[in-house]
């Protein structure tokens, strides 16, 4: 009886409210000094031709419901932004999926991680020993 008890007093839970994408869009759109209509017009994917519309834009501002956005709406947003389109997926990928890429590190270190992937391996290993010999790897306690 008493387990039911609690399970009765428990409240539900209410989703995290993420957004690193929409403060990342509006902090990107306010330092171009570019006002919402402005901003959509230059959100025009360079390869599919996709645009962003003012509305969406607006909706993900202000938090309102909206279609997380495609792979051509990123690419997009990073023209209208003036950002690789990397720093776009991970902010997207936090708050639309939940996956946050790197935990800690500063932009620059994280922009350095997606160049690694597309370094052949033999050439991320001598990468690594080279940064090795600059910043020893910690040893274990």
Do not use: C
């Not at 909706?59 to 690419?75: A, N, S, Y």
Request: no cysteine.
């Amino acid at each position: 009886m008493a387990a039911y008890e609690d399970q009765a007093v428990q409240h539900p839970r209410v989703p995290e409210r993420r957004q690193q994408f929409a403060d990342l869009i509006r902090r990107r759109r306010a330092e171009l000094n570019l006002g919402l209509t402005a901003f959509a017009a230059r959100a025009v994917d360079p390869a599919s031709g996709v645009k962003v519309s003012r509305g969406w834009i607006h909706r993900l501002e202000k938090g309102e419901p909206i279609t997380p956005p495609v792979v051509e709406e990123l690419r997009a947003l990073a023209v209208a932004s003036e950002l690789p389109l990397e720093h776009l997926q991970d902010a997207a990928g936090a708050q639309f999926h939940g996956v946050d890429a790197l935990k800690s590190g500063s932009t620059e270190s994280k922009a350095y991680v997606h160049k690694l992937d597309q370094l052949p391996a033999d050439q991320r290993d001598r990468l690594l020993r080279l940064i090795d010999t600059l910043v020893p790897p910690r040893e274990e306690s």
